[in-house]
């Protein structure tokens, strides 16, 4: 454990000096002392600093911007986009104080002219410090700069690679959105092998500590002798600088070999299915190639299988026209076995109906209902743990939406690297031409401030910026040459978000 | 929740830190 002494010294010095002088010079500051770098620790040394506010005085409080306020049951509820509470539902004399400060109260000059303070003082500097710390109050530059800290910290996983492993362009379904080239084929187990040590070697040279396999297609799962091979050989591969590694299948469900169950089972073997409605709903778009017959009554069996064997798979449903209608269905059926799901709305979905303005409203129309049904009917487990919408949880701000040209690479059947499978699927390099991982993490193509519609003057003023992250930046890059303006799904997000917002405001007031 | 007796409802920390932590597994797959 390393003892680190966190001197927070840079606060606004006219404050501290104020409040030093209000203290008789004790108070020079916050000093936080972290015992570990365990990223909780500098949290829970935060906690209780109320009594600091008091100390200090004075200080600056600020409503942030962007935020969105909205009523459930006609109870307020707050969301901080830049944040890292969620939503926040505030009563009482919580929600006394917020609107003291919308309404332009100002602290700078003390907290002494405020009638809530001179009523009860304690109580009001615990109100403060519960709004700030819930992010829905910025107060002094210092307090800012701690929090900033304390986020930090928590962004601060293990740095991660993805790898998108293309085992197979061949499918069993013939799904019409679809965006894999299926006449292809499948990529050697030997290949694989070589591929999987040369990532990991490289992973670890670009400093990477853990890199996830995506086992994907296609269906994996028609190389399924593939995966299991491959998987138990890693577990004696060289490895020398000790990468975590970590596999997750992606696969339609269609069927599941016995060991590749045992696998998942035991816990080797991540697994995510697409599952895009319950019976027809799901019907109309994944139907298998050779014969039409439409795929749920399997992909439900599969499931059948794997909840009894206690694994809860992880749902993708694809939205698009065709069963945007189901989606109540699907979250139901999600919600009653408890299965964590996503909702991502299709991109390339011109082939099926999709893509057009009419589509679009249509499809947040559907999901805008699906969320207020969410919002009557929340399910057991919290709803940021079992659901996202894209993939937002609104417990962080989205500067970016996936890792695309930072910590994600596409290998192909053939060991071509690519940024992404879907839409940009011609290779930089091959995967034994030079270091591949500095390659994707040091390209230049789409750089960080390409993205999140920095470039659009629309996303510069929307409240969902960071949010939505600006949607997928290559989806934007397809429609609009640049991945920095604004989403094709931008009235989707703008439609949605609040609906999806509330339902997490009223789970809070119900208390499930 | 530390701050219900303000008034003030939100998720438990703990719960969001293990929210983001999650994030970027396999479920973090975001393509169709």
């Given at each position: 454990?390393?003892?680190?002494?966190?001197?927070?010294?840079?606060?606004?010095?006219?404050?501290?000096?104020?409040?030093?002088?209000?203290?008789?010079?004790?108070?020079?500051?916050?000093?936080?002392?972290?015992?570990?770098?365990?990223?909780?620790?500098?949290?829970?040394?935060?906690?209780?600093?109320?009594?600091?506010?008091?100390?200090?005085?004075?200080?600056?409080?600020?409503?942030?911007?962007?935020?969105?306020?909205?009523?459930?049951?006609?109870?307020?509820?707050?969301?901080?986009?830049?944040?890292?509470?969620?939503?926040?539902?505030?009563?009482?004399?919580?929600?006394?104080?917020?609107?003291?400060?919308?309404?332009?109260?100002?602290?700078?000059?003390?907290?002494?002219?405020?009638?809530?303070?001179?009523?009860?003082?304690?109580?009001?500097?615990?109100?403060?410090?519960?709004?700030?710390?819930?992010?829905?109050?910025?107060?002094?530059?210092?307090?800012?700069?701690?929090?900033?800290?304390?986020?930090?910290?928590?962004?601060?996983?293990?740095?991660?690679?993805?790898?998108?492993?293309?085992?197979?362009?061949?499918?069993?379904?013939?799904?019409?959105?679809?965006?894999?080239?299926?006449?292809?084929?499948?990529?050697?187990?030997?290949?694989?092998?070589?591929?999987?040590?040369?990532?990991?070697?490289?992973?670890?040279?670009?400093?990477?500590?853990?890199?996830?396999?995506?086992?994907?297609?296609?269906?994996?799962?028609?190389?399924?002798?593939?995966?299991?091979?491959?998987?138990?050989?890693?577990?004696?591969?060289?490895?020398?600088?000790?990468?975590?590694?970590?596999?997750?299948?992606?696969?339609?469900?269609?069927?599941?070999?016995?060991?590749?169950?045992?696998?998942?089972?035991?816990?080797?073997?991540?697994i995510s299915l697409s599952l895009d409605g319950v019976g027809k709903w799901h019907d109309s778009a994944r139907r298998y190639k050779k014969d039409?017959?439409?795929?749920?009554?399997?992909?439900?069996?599969?499931?059948?299988?794997?909840?009894?064997?206690?694994?809860?798979?992880?749902?993708?449903?694809?939205?698009?026209?065709?069963?945007?209608?189901?989606?109540?269905?699907?979250?139901?059926?999600?919600?009653?076995?408890?299965?964590?799901?996503?909702?991502?709305?299709?991109?390339?979905?011109?082939?099926?109906?999709?893509?057009?303005?009419?589509?679009?409203?249509?499809?947040?129309?559907?999901?805008?209902?699906?969320?207020?049904?969410?919002?009557?009917?929340?399910?057991?487990?919290?709803?940021?743990?079992?659901?996202?919408?894209?993939?937002?949880?609104?417990?962080?701000?989205?500067?970016?939406?996936?890792?695309?040209?930072?910590?994600?690479?596409?290998?192909?059947?053939?060991?071509?690297?690519?940024?992404?499978?879907?839409?940009?699927?011609?290779?930089?390099?091959?995967?034994?031409?030079?270091?591949?991982?500095?390659?994707?993490?040091?390209?230049?193509?789409?750089?960080?401030?390409?993205?999140?519609?920095?470039?659009?003057?629309?996303?510069?003023?929307?409240?969902?910026?960071?949010?939505?992250?600006?949607?997928?930046?290559?989806?934007?890059?397809?429609?609009?040459?640049?991945?920095?303006?604004?989403?094709?799904?931008?009235?989707?997000?703008?439609?949605?978000?609040?609906?999806?917002?509330?339902?997490?405001?009223?789970?809070?007031?119900?208390?499930? | 929740?530390?701050?219900?007796?303000?008034?003030?409802?939100?998720?438990?920390?703990?719960?969001?830190?293990?929210?983001?932590?999650?994030?970027?597994?396999?479920?973090?797959?975001?393509?169709?």
């Amino acid at each position: 454990l390393a003892l680190l002494l966190l001197e927070c010294v840079d606060y606004s010095r006219h404050r501290v000096q104020n409040a030093a002088e209000k203290t008789n010079g004790k108070a020079g500051g916050l000093r936080l002392i972290m015992i570990s770098k365990d990223q909780l620790s500098i949290e829970a040394a935060a906690r209780g600093k109320w009594e600091w506010l008091r100390q200090i005085g004075c200080v600056s409080a600020e409503i942030p911007d962007p935020l969105a306020e909205g009523l459930v049951d006609g109870v307020p509820y707050f969301y901080n986009p830049l944040g890292h509470r969620g939503v926040v539902v505030l009563r009482g004399d919580s929600l006394r104080l917020m609107r003291l400060l919308q309404s332009g109260m100002k602290l700078d000059a003390g907290a002494e002219e405020c009638e809530f303070y001179r009523e009860n003082a304690t109580r009001f500097f615990k109100v403060l410090y519960a709004l700030a710390d819930c992010e829905l109050v910025q107060l002094s530059d210092g307090f800012s700069k701690l929090q900033e800290e304390q986020h930090r910290l928590r962004r601060q996983k293990v740095e991660t690679f993805y790898v998108w492993l293309q085992l197979t362009d061949r499918c069993n379904l013939a799904c019409g959105y679809c965006f894999v080239d299926k006449r292809s084929g499948s990529m050697p187990i030997d290949l694989a092998k070589e591929i999987v040590k040369k990532i990991v070697a490289d992973a670890g040279d670009a400093g990477f500590r853990r890199v996830v396999f995506k086992l994907a297609g296609g269906e994996p799962m028609l190389q399924y002798r593939s995966v299991k091979e491959l998987i138990d050989w890693c577990g004696a591969m060289p490895n020398p600088k000790g990468i975590a590694l970590r596999f997750a299948l992606l696969t339609n469900g269609t069927f599941m070999p016995a060991e590749i169950l045992d696998m998942v089972v035991s816990g080797r073997l991540g697994i995510s299915l697409s599952l895009d409605g319950v019976g027809k709903w799901h019907d109309s778009a994944r139907r298998y190639k050779k014969d039409g017959r439409g795929s749920f009554a399997d992909i439900d069996k599969t499931i059948s299988l794997l909840v009894e064997r206690n694994v809860k798979p992880y749902i993708l449903v694809t939205v698009g026209v065709d069963n945007v209608g189901g989606l109540q269905e699907i979250a139901e059926y999600c919600f009653e076995r408890g299965l964590r799901f996503r909702f991502n709305v299709r991109r390339l979905d011109r082939a099926v109906g999709g893509g057009t303005e009419d589509a679009n409203k249509e499809i947040a129309s559907g999901l805008r209902l699906c969320y207020e049904w969410m919002a009557s009917n929340p399910p057991r487990e919290s709803l940021y743990a079992c659901h996202k919408f894209s993939n937002i949880h609104l417990l962080q701000p989205k500067r970016r939406v996936c890792g695309v040209g930072a910590n994600t690479a596409m290998v192909s059947t053939v060991g071509g690297v690519s940024l992404c499978p879907q839409y940009d699927p011609v290779p930089i390099a091959r995967f034994d031409s030079g270091n591949v991982v500095r390659m994707v993490t040091g390209q230049s193509r789409f750089e960080a401030k390409d993205i999140n519609g920095a470039g659009d003057p629309a996303c510069r003023g929307c409240v969902w910026r960071f949010t939505c992250g600006g949607g997928c930046p290559l989806h934007a890059f397809a429609h609009n040459g640049a991945g920095s303006r604004r989403s094709p799904h931008c009235n989707i997000f703008r439609e949605v978000l609040p609906c999806f917002v509330k339902a997490h405001a009223k789970q809070l007031i119900v208390g499930k | 929740m530390e701050y219900e007796d303000l008034g003030v409802i939100c998720v438990a920390d703990g719960d969001a830190l293990e929210v983001i932590a999650s994030s970027g597994s396999e479920d973090e797959q975001d393509c169709d």
